[in-house]
């Protein structure tokens, strides 16, 4: 593997060929499940696909995801912003506790977060017969947009809030500073200096929270949202496979769509992002307004942390009924889950590496291409690339089916992106100069890779790992589909339990994917550019 960096605007002749190889045979793998849906697509005849991706039912499931996909990315940039901005920038106390306070919400998935808000805000939820002694009778309605809107975001800003830190924290402030000696405000340095430059980042974490809406089967599920994965959902689990086949075409299309938004504002990247001998300043004083900000972050966690967690032992508190051995928790489960979330995120550094090297280090058509096919997997709901690795599990390899294998595969093909994309902003922050300077001591190709380049990609290496352990354990759907015959997870048993009705079942699995997840956060906030000092 090459270690030098180039700049190939017109071709890509350039490309080293054992990466560009390994490149194209992960994004071909990535992108192999679309066969199953375009397959089944071109069945239905041209009539009935115009009549069906024209009917008003489904201009309407396209404008609600819109709406939700508008709303949450524009929510999740305005709350993950000034919170990156405050923990890194200003002198807001305790700055180390809200670092960590509010990135845990990532570690609570959408759905669990969706069955608490439901518990608690829904009608004849325990937050309103808390206020029933004071004359409140109903609480604004939770179901619909504005329930799955207000989860989704709760549990997406973070991506936004990590980004950006990281951003933030290697940005050379002398340019700030030199802003502010030509009597510019401090928000019109924030405007003209330090957005620019974290622009990219900010798309970055953007482009996950939008991805993550478009896939979120979990939370519209709950909150009777009809936005593409229910309807898909439905439309398999009632045998409508031509309607859910082209509904999941249109939403790769709508993937690709926001793909290109996200290339055109991330804008030209320099090769080379490491910082080139500035320096970090003081922090930024709020004054009286540093309690208003504490307040706010506060108020922003507190909403996304206690409410499920007190929930979750509000249950567990109450326990659950009797029910034999058919919901009855055991220690495997966590141990499963973390077995196949350990080997998935393993798998994806591996694939990943390649990709993200070829991305930061070669601009071209055919890297560009290969770095934006794997982020379709992660848009595709997990329902959706399930069903279509059955397909294919049965048609074409079926020794892998129903095994550990093909499950895995789906968490990679889903989660590839996010260790891509911590290896490809751990690449550009290397200078090309110290790989060359190994090469020209004697050491080859590779041998100044693993000398020079690895050790100081190793962060982002472990911190993009740890993000796909974390979703990981978190996914439900692909799980329900392609987990082998009697294989449980905590997700899986957490869902039967709610399912069923019997939420006391559903405590303790839920309280320990919360800590698994939260011990991998703070593998993440530990590497470079996450630390929380």
Not at 63 to 92: E, H, K, M, Q
Request: with cysteine; glycine share 8%.
């Amino acid at each position: 593997m090459a270690t030098d960096q180039h700049t190939v605007d017109d071709g890509s002749e350039d490309l080293p060929l054992p990466t560009t190889i390994a490149s194209g045979a992960v994004a071909a793998a990535v992108l192999l499940p679309l066969v199953w849906l375009v397959k089944t697509a071109l069945e239905v005849g041209l009539a009935e696909a115009i009549a069906i991706s024209t009917s008003p039912s489904t201009v309407q499931v396209f404008l609600n995801s819109a709406a939700l996909v508008v709303t949450v990315t524009v929510a999740s940039v305005l709350i993950g912003v000034p919170l990156a901005y405050l923990t890194v920038r200003t002198d807001l106390p305790f700055r180390r506790g809200f670092t960590v306070a509010v990135s845990l919400p990532l570690v609570i998935p959408s759905y669990v977060g969706a069955f608490a808000f439901v518990s608690a805000f829904g009608p004849q939820g325990a937050f309103q017969r808390l206020l029933a002694p004071l004359g409140v009778e109903r609480l604004p309605e939770i179901y619909g947009f504005p329930g799955a809107a207000l989860v989704v975001t709760l549990y997406t800003y973070p991506y936004v809030f990590i980004t950006t830190r990281a951003a933030l924290k290697s940005l050379d402030t002398t340019l700030i500073d030199a802003a502010r000696t030509l009597e510019h405000s401090r928000w019109e340095a924030f405007r003209r200096v330090t957005l620019p430059q974290i622009q990219p980042a900010v798309a970055a974490g953007a482009l996950l929270v939008a991805l993550y809406t478009l896939s979120d089967f979990g939370t519209p599920a709950i909150m009777q949202f009809d936005a593409f994965t229910r309807v898909i959902f439905v439309e398999f689990t009632s045998f409508g496979r031509d309607v859910a086949s082209l509904l999941s075409l249109q939403l790769v299309a709508v993937t690709l769509l926001i793909l290109g938004l996200e290339s055109h504002v991330r804008g030209n990247e320099p090769l080379y992002a490491g910082r080139q001998g500035g320096r970090t300043s003081g922090t930024v004083p709020l004054g009286r307004w540093k309690y208003v900000a504490a307040a706010g972050c506060v108020a922003i966690a507190g909403l996304a942390l206690f409410v499920p967690v007190g929930i979750l032992l509000t249950w567990l508190a109450q326990g659950g009924a009797d029910v034999g051995n058919a919901l009855a928790f055991r220690a495997e489960y966590a141990i499963n889950s973390i077995g196949v979330s350990a080997g998935a995120a393993l798998v994806a550094t591996l694939a990943g590496l390649p990709v993200a090297y070829l991305a930061a280090g070669y601009r071209s058509r055919l890297s560009e291409a290969f770095e934006r096919a794997t982020y379709v997997g992660y848009a595709v709901p997990g329902v959706v690339l399930g069903l279509a690795l059955v397909y294919l599990g049965t048609s074409y390899a079926r020794p892998l089916y129903q095994t550990i294998y093909l499950l895995v595969a789906a968490y990679v093909i889903r989660f590839l992106p996010q260790a891509v994309g911590s290896m490809r902003a751990s690449f550009l922050r290397v200078n090309p100069a110290l790989p060359e300077a190994a090469r020209t001591l004697g050491r080859s190709s590779f041998g100044a890779f693993r000398a020079v380049t690895l050790p100081l990609i190793a962060p982002g290496l472990f911190g993009g790992a740890a993000l796909v352990f974390l979703t990981t354990m978190k996914e439900l759907p692909a799980t329900l589909l392609l987990r082998p015959s009697g294989f449980k997870t905590l997700v899986t048993h957490i869902w039967t339990a709610t399912e069923a009705g019997y939420y006391g079942h559903a405590a303790v699995p839920a309280l320990i994917l919360l800590v698994v997840s939260g011990l991998s956060m703070l593998v993440i906030l530990s590497q470079e550019g996450y630390d929380v000092k």
